[in-house]
């Protein structure tokens, strides 16, 4: 039996389906029943009825899914899968801040569930502007320095940026928009908000993963500069054959790389990485998350 079918016989047997984010490698891609971003998996997460999801992804997502499916098997197939920057808050330091600056917190999904649990509302690159408007008085936002200034263009209100960044998007240049302007000088750039501010500055249309593939859908453009990891440009190019997308070659996210077709068979086969949450942080997680679900894109 060949690996595809392999996987499409295991799912049946477990009930499950398969969630992959729009960065994974083109192989996962293809065996997956959904692919989006962040916000788009989370919806997504929330509302099947199969009993297993294994999510292709990283651990803040694989964890939003646990939170939103308390009662369902979430298979994370690479549990060394990370986000770096979900990684660079501390628990400690955040409810300090908080109590100190008596401010709501509004926490990017990429976060640990930990954090979520001490966080006012939630939000994803789709609805951040949208997130931090909603908010009564000034906040606290984590984790993303480059989002959170994105989002202080829009909107007129203290907050406080926590000082945490994605290794793969701040490593995009505008140097690197600039070769790529000058070899396709009828591209339109699209750039993620994760990205510095001298990237967002040179693009034409900012947003997230799911809303980049959404704007070049409807756009009349044949070329695009695409300004984050290379993973969506897959996913570009074979829902849009008739147009070209160019990538920054460097920009490549390695734990989103990590899961493979041998990875989800053996997550499958031996029900392993199941990810678990303490209850008492599931629960105080979940509200967030949910209200982040309610605001539904920017
Ligand atoms: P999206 O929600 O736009 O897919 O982004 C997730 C992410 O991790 C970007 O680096
Ligand atoms: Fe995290 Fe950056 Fe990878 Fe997104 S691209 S998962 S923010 S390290």
């Not at 499916?69 to 060394?80: F, M, Q, S, T, W």
């Not at 330091?93 to 640990?112: C, F, G, Q």
């Not at 939630?122 to 997130?131: F, G």
């Not at 967002?200 to 044949?222: H, L, Q, R, Y």
Request: proline residues 5%; charged residues 30%; negative net charge.
């Amino acid at each position: 039996m060949d690996i595809i079918e392999k996987i499409k016989k295991l799912k049946e047997e477990r009930n499950a389906i398969i969630l992959a984010h729009n960065y994974q490698r083109p192989e996962v891609q293809d065996v997956a029943d959904y692919i989006g971003d962040s916000l788009g998996l989370a919806i997504e997460a929330s509302k099947t009825n199969a009993s297993v999801i294994v999510f292709c992804g990283v651990d803040f997502m694989a964890e939003s899914a646990k939170i939103l499916n308390p009662d369902k098997i979430v298979l994370h197939p690479e549990a060394g899968a990370r986000c770096p920057m979900a990684a660079m808050v501390d628990a400690t330091t955040l409810k300090k801040l908080k109590e100190e600056e008596s401010m709501d917190v509004v926490a990017y999904v990429n976060t640990t569930a930990e954090i979520k649990a001490i966080a006012d509302i939630c939000c994803t690159s789709a609805n951040a502007v949208k997130v931090v408007k909603s908010m009564p008085n000034g906040v606290i936002f984590i984790p993303d320095e480059n989002l959170g200034k994105y989002v202080k263009r829009f909107v007129d209100k203290e907050m406080i940026l926590w000082p945490g960044f994605c290794p793969t998007h701040q490593a995009i240049s505008p140097e690197d928009i600039e070769n790529e302007r000058k070899k396709h000088s009828d591209a339109i750039v699209m750039a993620h908000p994760e990205c510095t501010p001298s990237v967002i500055d040179m693009a034409d249309k900012v947003a997230s993963t799911e809303g980049m593939v959404n704007f070049a859908k409807k756009s009349n453009a044949k070329e695009f500069i695409v300004a984050t990891e290379i993973g969506l440009c897959y996913r570009m190019k074979k829902e849009m054959p008739d147009k070209e997308f160019y990538c920054i070659s460097h920009a490549v996210c390695p734990t989103m790389k990590k899961i493979t077709l041998d990875s989800i068979i053996k997550s499958l086969e031996k029900m392993q990485h199941e990810v678990k949450i303490p209850e008492e942080i599931m629960e105080k997680a979940r509200k967030p998350l949910r209200k982040m679900i309610e605001m539904g894109r920017g």
